[in-house]
């Protein structure tokens, strides 16, 4: 809460003398900030110092549901969460959230650069190249570049899964065979 003090003229910035003159006190970050005098009855509102003004936020969140959904080129319904060239952030991967409905499976497609699916829910088979194995919650998968890959939901719910691509996923890093 504000609080009042006071102080005389003569001040170098209100060469009136002898007026009685009361700042508005606030604290932010442990800095003062004098934002209102009070002359008599006129109240008059200086401007913060560009030295006080707030500074950038270093923490960024995105929520789920404020991402737009798309059909990725692998036919997976997509959300990306995070990628350098989408938001202010200083990272080189892209994360985006990933659902396959129940029976489908992806197409067959491979990425010039590494990739990590993180199950979250439901489960399926991870095929890459030549290998495949069963997914659930819980469970971590690393793509390799290069890797020929598509996974199928075997459950009666949706696969849930993270895909985090580094460095960050571009179109024409991926091929849909």
Known sequence: MPKPCGFSTPHPRMPL??????ALQRRDSGRLYLR??????????LPTPKDFTPQKKDMFIKKLTDCEEFTAGDG????????PDKADIAIRYSLAHAIVKPGQTTMLHC?????????MEGE????????????????AIYIPPGSKQYIHNT?????????IVDPA???EDEEIM
């Not at 459950?155 to 895909?163: E, P, R």
């Open 17 to 22: 003398q002898g007026i009685r003159v009361y």
């Open 76 to 83: 997976s319904q997509l959300r990306e969460l995070l990628h």
């Open 124 to 139: 399926g088979i991870m095929y890459i190249n030549e290998e495949s194995s069963r997914v659930h919650p819980k469970t």
């Open 36 to 45: 209102f005098l009070i002359f008599k009855y006129f109240m008059i509102a």
């Open 155 to 163: 459950g009666k719910t949706d696969l849930v899964f993270l895909c």
């Open 169 to 171: 996923w571009r179109r």
């Open 111 to 119: 990425l010039k650069t590494p990739e990590v699916y993180y199950i």
